[in-house]
């Protein structure tokens, strides 16, 4: 079953303006592994649960096409309404019933999407689409974040878990799977080759956060417009 808990046109600009961009350094490691596995040029990627295109655009400088799928009418309006990236399409789909050919897609890519995902009938399709020595990236972070903002860290990490705490009665129990790190999706890949990265391994590539997106940060969580009805 497609989880739909997205599609309200207010959470998507708030999407838009909030949600936070892979770091390149993550980035760089993906590419890095595919090259490994499959020398370039790299022609397709395809990012599932794309939302408003902040990892999808990341994509755009290293492969001939790249499209974003989001099973979200409005979060593919707003990533529409980005400019400037002319070889980036956005679809209206799931990644449970992909729109390509057999063995068509260089790298998959889910950031922050795939706990949401039919974990049987996504890794069915992925291994479909794929071209052979084709890649997928999983990639997410929990809950157990910390921001940095001037000397005021400490204060923002308080309100930051009070805040928490308040809206965790209304998340989706997939959330579990997120602080999980996906490791039941991961376990099921049947790819004989995979690499799972933690977060000490990447930890100093996360980018600060301001103390005036930290409030849009947490507006964008799932559970705060449900909490608001």
């Known amino acids: 079953m497609t989880h739909r808990l997205f599609e309200d ?10 949600r936070f961009v892979p770091p390149v350094e993550v980035k760089n490691l993906i590419l890095q592994y595919l090259d490994e596995k499959k020398e370039p040029p790299h022609v397709l990627a395809v990012d599932l649960g ?6 999808t ?11 974003g799928i ?5 979060q593919i309006s707003e990533a529409n309404a980005v400019p400037g990236f002319p ?15 057999d063995g068509s897609v260089d790298l998959l890519t889910a950031a922050s999407a795939a706990h949401w995902f039919n974990q049987d009938k996504f890794l069915k399709e992925a291994s479909r689409t794929l071209k052979p020595r084709g890649c997928i990236a999983l990639l997410s972070y929990t809950d157990a974040l910390k921001f940095h903002y001037s000397s005021a860290g400490d204060t923002l990490n308080s309100i930051y878990e009070e805040m928490k705490n308040i809206l965790l009665p209304y998340a989706s129990p997939q959330v579990a ?9 991961y376990d099921a890949i049947p790819f004989r080759d995979k690499k799972r990265l933690t977060r000490e ?5 996360v980018k600060p956060c301001s103390g005036t997106h930290k409030p ?3 507006r964008q969580w799932m559970f705060h417009p449900l909490k608001l009805r």
């Open 201 to 205: 391994q990447t930890q100093r590539q």
């Open 50 to 55: 794309c939302g408003t295109g902040q990892n």
């Open 216 to 218: 849009g940060f947490l």
């Open 87 to 101: 070889n980036v399409t956005y679809r209206v789909g799931t990644a449970e019933e992909l729109p390509f050919q």
């Open 177 to 185: 799977v997120v602080n999980s790190k996906l490791q039941a999706m």
């Open 9 to 18: 046109k207010h959470h998507a600009s708030i999407y838009q303006q909030y």
């Open 70 to 74: 989001d099973v979200s009418e409005n």
């Open 57 to 67: 655009r990341l994509l755009a400088p290293h492969f001939q096409e790249v499209v």
